[in-house]
């Protein structure tokens, strides 16, 4: 059976951890069983471990090919858990981040590979729903600066911005405008999500009054 994936993409500083996480609680607590899953590239782990080794970040560390293949394949192990952990629980997957991010990071950074990548990415199901959460890439950089973990240059996160724009898939995408506080982004999260919440709903009311089936 098809799993139910609620993929949440954006740019670094959008809110897709904080958003993703509770998105799931909420449809727990509407009955629907959903599991949060973080599908990052381990980007502050690869550039503690560069400057741990007196390397300025990941890719001096790793080299721009070696580090884009180490990211590529972190990123699509994580999916590949989720998937399978979805397929087998039939609970919601309510994904922190997709292939879509794997696939604008590259192109900002114009890296080698994006072709192969996405032959790779390619045999995962598409999600049930994809919200791209929208926010300003000022006020991106200016959350991302108050969590202290990291910084992004405006150019940067103003690219990744473009990149998603640009996708071939992005007219797919519900557009969630997150340029607000967490109760308004939640809010408009919560609109986009509504039809793939009540579907699920169903579908679990369908399991849980379907008759045992009895041994011979």
Not at 188 to 214: G, H, I, K, Q, Y
Request: include cysteine; aromatic fraction near 8%; glycine fraction near 10%.
């Amino acid at each position: 059976m098809r799993p139910t994936i609620i993929a949440l993409v954006g740019i670094d500083g959008a809110g897709k951890t904080t958003q993703a996480k509770a998105l799931a609680g909420r449809l727990r607590a509407a009955g629907v069983p959903a599991t949060y899953f973080e599908n990052a590239g381990g980007r502050p782990l690869w550039n503690r471990l560069a400057r741990a080794l007196g390397r300025r970040d990941g890719p001096h560390l790793f080299g721009r090919t070696g580090y884009a293949a180490l990211e590529a394949t972190v990123r699509w192990l994580a999916i590949a858990r989720a998937v399978l952990v979805s397929r087998l629980t039939g609970r919601t997957a309510v994904m922190d981040r997709w292939s879509w991010c794997q696939y604008v990071v590259m192109r900002v950074r114009r890296d080698r590979g994006g072709r192969l990548v996405r032959l790779a990415y390619g045999i995962f199901p598409p999600p049930s729903l994809v919200c791209f959460l929208a926010v300003s890439p000022e006020r991106a950089q200016q959350r991302v600066l108050a969590r202290g973990i990291d910084t992004e240059e405006l150019p940067y996160l103003r690219a990744l911005d473009a990149g998603y724009r640009e996708l071939p898939e992005f007219g797919t995408f519900a557009v969630v405008d997150a340029d607000g506080g967490p109760a308004e982004v939640r809010a408009a999260l919560d609109r986009a999500v509504r039809t793939v919440l009540d579907r699920a709903v169903r579908a679990t009311v369908a399991r849980s009054d379907r008759p045992p089936v009895e041994a011979d």
